[in-house]
């Protein structure tokens, strides 16, 4: 036994460079801003062929960067996937985001640090994809600074990619879809129209918690130039959780069944859910 133990470590030592170059080639190298710096992480390819792509983003201490709809105020981030290639389509897939509160009103984010994922669909899987990337933000402490990142990943076919437990802790945090109505596991908008009893024009929803679970939040984005409120959140006595969203700016003349998003921020899990309001036109 004593004879094998060098043996062992030897291999180890051998094998030490190529896990490394394997540990390096699922990232690439960093690029820095002003109080922020992201990169690209790669995971193992998906069983449907597609490459898992994270855009991770770390900012100093009391800092954040915006949501796809960054509420009252502030700068959603602006992809450029400009030079990539062997790529037929791109889906970025957001964690669900927190609300906070800054100078001027409440914004959705993140804070601290983020990983976005992307899903990255090969026009021919035989061959190897190059993502490359120029990313628009903004990271706020008091005030927003405008930040810019260029990162680039190799990503061969076949090759075992080395999981990244930092991209599977965020795809953890994307949404699950769900349709209206009640779901046994998940939470779910059971019913939605319009505030009546408000004077300004708002959502009013009904909220069905997951069992063993709770809503936190929700988020609402619309089609063009839609804002919308904090949410307000009142427990009923059957359980379930009334919501009341304000409509704060809508595009003149937006009236009909309205397409709207709804992101439900609580445990276990975030659901998103898409449906139709009927809204009428508002006061001119």
Wanted: aromatic share 6%; net charge negative; proline share 12%.
């Amino acid at each position: 036994m004593n004879r094998i133990l060098p043996l062992l470590a030897l291999a180890s030592v051998a094998l030490g460079p190529a896990a490394l170059a394997q540990e390096e080639a699922a990232t690439s190298p960093w690029s820095a801003s002003e109080h922020a710096k992201l990169r690209l992480i790669a995971g193992p390819t998906t069983a449907s062929g597609k490459q898992r792509v994270g855009v991770e983003i770390v900012m100093s201490p009391g800092y954040k960067t915006y949501w796809r709809s960054p509420g009252q105020f502030g700068v959603p981030p602006s992809f450029d996937w400009t030079g990539s290639t062997n790529i037929g389509g791109l889906d970025v897939r957001w964690p669900v985001p927190e609300r906070f509160q800054d100078s001027a009103g409440y914004s959705i984010g993140y804070v601290g640090e983020v990983v976005i994922p992307i899903s990255v669909q090969p026009v021919d899987p035989s061959r190897p994809v190059m993502v490359v990337l120029k990313l628009d933000y903004a990271v706020c402490e008091k005030i927003c600074i405008p930040a810019q990142g260029e990162a680039s990943l190799w990503l061969e076919p076949g090759v075992t990619t080395v999981t990244s437990a930092r991209l599977e802790s965020f795809e953890a945090r994307v949404p699950l879809p769900a349709k209206p109505g009640p779901h046994k596991e998940k939470a779910a908008i059971v019913d939605a129209g319009l505030d009546d009893t408000v004077v300004d024009p708002g959502l009013k929803l009904v909220l069905q918690p997951p069992p063993e679970g709770r809503i936190e939040d929700i988020f609402v984005e619309g089609p063009g130039m839609w804002s919308f409120g904090k949410s307000r959140l009142t427990p009923q006595p059957d359980g379930t959780v009334l919501a009341q969203i304000r409509i704060d700016e809508r595009p003149k003349s937006a009236a009909g069944p309205i397409p709207l998003i709804f992101t439900i921020r609580g445990t276990p899990k975030p659901v998103e859910t898409r449906l139709e309001l009927d809204i009428p036109a508002g006061k001119p």
